[in-house]
């Protein structure tokens, strides 16, 4: 079907267009119905239907005869494993592990940590939790004891999931201490710990509520497949929000099951005879629906890559793995590019791969600078493609759609047409619509399509605060950005304190709580500056207390080590500046807004409520200074 038909059909008649998609996907018992309202805000996809997300990950292709197709390869330079896995291995593996996961009491409903670095163990525990029901919580490894500590507490896991340690390119990041600590700390404690225990380090396992990987799964049964409902939520998953306290996405079984189907076929243009490359980590969404579970669904191989853009163990490790496993497509953030290019800018270790294989490079996760695009263009000689989503929603909401006929062509500075289902409107602060070309805030009429999560983890009101209240009957995706006349959407960033830092999404908030509880500091802002790698990179402004008697560089010192031991070194917060005054309106609220385009180096207006405008050079010259 054509693009168009195929999206007015979805906005028509929503409920009609995703019941037909929903055959897509192998339901124990097919819905009857695709969507159901029980509010002009809540609502549910297919409600009396029921399946299993790892069956149709797994035991679906097995039985289709698919068994010896390779479900991942495992790639590591950083340990130099290389390894694969069938999809008929992956099963077994799987099932002996949910089986083990039931005869230590993990039953449907129960919450899972998985806290994990990119080992084959990380999806093996993933797709084990969605067999029996369980609810898996995966935490990144750059985060720290005490973020891990908030999200044992926040979903009272009954078990972590863990390894001995994580390898980064320089470093062993020990995971069981963190994992030690952050239990310490939090309030409920999990009653069992699972530690995979990997040659270059082993843990300790010495409280008694640890067990080894290999000892846990002796002996243990193959689980079968738990018969879930559509809505039974298959994960929750941590992101940053506008406030100190991190969200829990909850995301259900059937939506998710049907929106990565479509999108992995029809938007990614791949099928289960491609490799599929997702160059992220289980820790973010991307990892989540495209390195696990959307190539599972549709029987693809999907590459597990252990290792970073450079040095593990130079710049041609991407041309590498293109190359290695015949990748038909990847995913990944710009920033990864622009970290090759800096290491290798003519892109001579391109020369040493063979890439022809390669179809197309789908790019995410923040804002593809031109420069960046035409360097991937002009090098790899095959379509870039930019998109746009959210943790929220799952999948893309803003593609091209390669699987179609005829997919709409890139245009440079844009993240192409909305994908089906979504219904975008740039509104302004009242609410109204802007008219084309005009920059505004990115809303979606409800309802939004399956897939997108519809909840908050133990918070019944934050989703509707966050999202819903602003604008009655759309979801506000903290986005700002205009459409063409062609309904191409251009992304300008965040309208929120939300930063993204190498393509991870961070709270400036939390940053702030963070710093303004040191004892010689009387007021912060954390706001992020423009980086020609990252991105963008998180700076704190504070002023000090009067009679304050840290030296500058002692405070910087420790605000550094306070942000990194809360947060976790995937913070990158290494930028302290102590000035006299933080600009402010006359009611006294930092204008984070005017500091926000400061950093980022954009013209701003000096607000007519602004009480203190000379601060506001003063800041320009420290930033311009960096
Ligand atoms: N476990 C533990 N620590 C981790 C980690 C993990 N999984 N991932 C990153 N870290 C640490 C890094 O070691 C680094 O620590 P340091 O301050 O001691 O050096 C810190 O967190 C920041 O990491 P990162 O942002 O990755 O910076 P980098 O300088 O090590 O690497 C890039 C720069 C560009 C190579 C890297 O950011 C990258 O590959 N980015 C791609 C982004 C991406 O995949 N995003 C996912 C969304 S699509
Ligand atoms: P996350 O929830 O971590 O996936 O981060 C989502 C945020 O990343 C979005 O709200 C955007 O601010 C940003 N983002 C994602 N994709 C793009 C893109 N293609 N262009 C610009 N910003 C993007």
């Excluded at 010896?68 to 330079?77: I, L, R």
């Excluded at 049964?221 to 996405?249: F, H, M, Q, R």
């Excluded at 509104?427 to 084309?436: A, C």
């Excluded at 979606?444 to 009957?473: C, D, E, F, M």
């Amino acid at each position: 079907m054509e693009y168009a038909n195929q999206y007015d059909n979805s906005i028509n008649n929503p409920s009609r267009y995703w019941l037909e998609r929903s055959q897509a996907i192998n339901w124990y018992v097919p819905p009857s119905t695709g969507l159901t309202n029980t509010s002009d805000t809540q609502y549910n996809w297919f409600e009396d239907g029921l399946l299993n997300t790892c069956y149709l990950a797994l035991d679906y292709h097995v039985e289709q005869g698919r068994g010896d197709t390779v479900a991942f390869y495992y790639d590591s330079p950083v340990t130099g494993v290389k390894q694969q896995l069938s999809y008929a291995q992956l099963l077994a593996q799987v099932s002996v592990f949910a089986g083990a996961m039931k005869r230590a009491g993990i039953c449907k409903g129960d919450t899972v940590i998985i806290y994990m670095p990119m080992i084959l163990q990380a999806p093996i525990a993933m797709l084990a939790c969605a067999r029996i029901g369980a609810i898996h919580s995966v935490v990144f490894g750059g985060f720290a004891a005490s973020e891990l500590a908030v999200r044992i507490d926040d979903i009272q896991a009954k078990m972590v999931i863990t390894a001995s340690c994580g390898i980064e390119v320089d470093k062993i990041i020990a995971y069981k201490p963190l994992v030690d600590e952050a239990i310490k700390q939090a309030t409920h404690k999990p009653a069992t710990t699972v530690v995979y225990q990997r040659e270059t380090l082993t843990a300790q396992c010495s409280r008694a509520s640890d067990i080894d990987w290999m000892d846990f799964i002796i002996g243990a049964e193959a689980a079968p497949c738990e018969i879930l409902k559509s809505n039974d939520p298959l994960y929750i998953l941590y992101t940053s929000g506008t406030t100190g306290k991190p969200k829990g996405v909850v995301r259900d079984n059937g939506g998710h099951a049907v929106a990565l189907k479509l999108a992995f076929n029809d938007i990614y243009g791949l099928s289960a005879k491609d490799v599929w490359w997702a160059a992220s980590d289980i820790g973010w969404v991307v990892g989540h629906s495209f390195i696990v579970y959307g190539p599972l669904i549709c029987g693809a191989s999907s590459v597990l890559y252990e290792g970073k853009p450079i040095k593990t163990p130079n710049a041609g490790a991407f041309w590498r793995v293109i190359s290695d496993y015949k990748v038909s497509s990847m995913l990944c953030a710009p920033t990864a590019f622009r970290a090759i290019r800096g290491d290798d800018p003519q892109g001579a270790c391109a020369s040493h791969y063979d890439t022809s294989s390669l179809r197309w490079v789908f790019v995410a996760g923040e804002r593809l600078d031109s420069s960046t695009y035409h360097w991937i263009a002009d090098l790899l000689k095959v379509p870039v493609l930019d998109h746009w989503w959210q943790t929220e929603t799952g999948w893309p909401i803003t593609a091209p759609m390669m699987g179609l006929n005829n997919p709409r062509p890139t245009r440079v500075g844009s993240t192409n047409n909305c994908t089906p289902g979504y219904d975008l409107r740039i509104l302004d602060e009242d609410g109204q619509e802007v008219s084309t070309g005009g920059v505004g805030n990115i809303c979606l009429k409800l309802p939004l399509p399956p897939g997108v999560s519809t909840g908050i983890w133990n918070q019944p009101n934050r989703y509707h605060n966050a999202y819903l209240s602003t604008y009655a009957g759309f979801y506000k995706t903290g986005d700002g950005g205009y459409k063409d006349e062609q309904g191409y959407v251009y992304i300008t960033g965040r309208t929120d304190d939300v930063i993204n830092v190498a393509g991870h999404r961070l709270s400036t908030a939390e940053m702030e709580e963070i710093v303004s509880s040191h004892e010689a500091i009387a007021e912060c802002a954390v706001v992020g500056a423009t980086d020609a790698l990252k991105g963008q990179v998180p700076i704190g402004l504070v002023v000090l207390k009067a009679g304050s008697k840290i030296s500058n560089a002692d405070l910087q010192t420790a605000l550094i080590a306070r942000v990194r031991q809360k947060i976790g070194a995937v913070a990158c917060f290494k930028e302290v500046f102590v000035v006299n005054r933080l600009p402010k309106t006359r009611s006294g609220k930092i204008l984070r807004a005017v500091l926000r385009k400061i950093a980022a180096a954009e013209t701003f207006q000096i607000p007519a409520t602004i009480d203190n405008p000379e601060i506001l050079g003063e800041i320009k010259e420290y930033l311009k200074a960096r």
